[in-house]
């Protein structure tokens, strides 16, 4: 069964750093490994993700503050968080997905609150 693990999300002063990890088990296939964030009162966005084949994207609110990475031999997904506003305040969301046959995964999100 695939299970999602999360974790180095916490509290951090605005213009400060963290790093989310995303440890994956399960044997399959990963096709698109990445994070969304969902704040109060609003919908769950897209933060980062990473293609098979090492392509990246990022919403226009974190391009060049966040970082996406992964280690395959881990099958772990990190995000590198820099430079945080109070505005990236969030439950951030581990995501993956296989494209065949399709099926989605989540985490059960990781809290990251940025004080101003």
């Known amino acids: 069964q695939v299970q999602l693990v999360e974790s180095g999300g916490g509290l951090v002063q605005a213009g400060g750093s963290l790093r989310l990890s995303c440890a994956v088990s399960?044997?399959?296939?990963?096709?698109?490994m990445g994070w969304y964030r969902q704040a109060p009162g609003k919908q769950r966005d897209l933060v980062a993700t990473?293609?098979?084949?090492?392509?990246?994207n990022y919403a226009d609110s974190v391009k060049g503050r966040f970082t996406i990475s992964r280690d395959i031999s881990k099958n772990t997904v990190y995000l590198q968080m820099n430079s945080l506003k109070p505005e990236d305040t969030a439950v951030y969301y581990c995501?993956?997905?296989?494209?065949?046959?399709?099926?989605?995964?989540w985490g059960l999100g990781t809290q990251v609150t940025v004080s101003s």
């Open positions: 995501y993956i997905k296989r494209w065949v046959p399709s099926m989605d995964y």
């Open positions: 399960g044997s399959i296939r990963i096709n698109v």
């Open positions: 990473v293609i098979s084949g090492g392509n990246t």
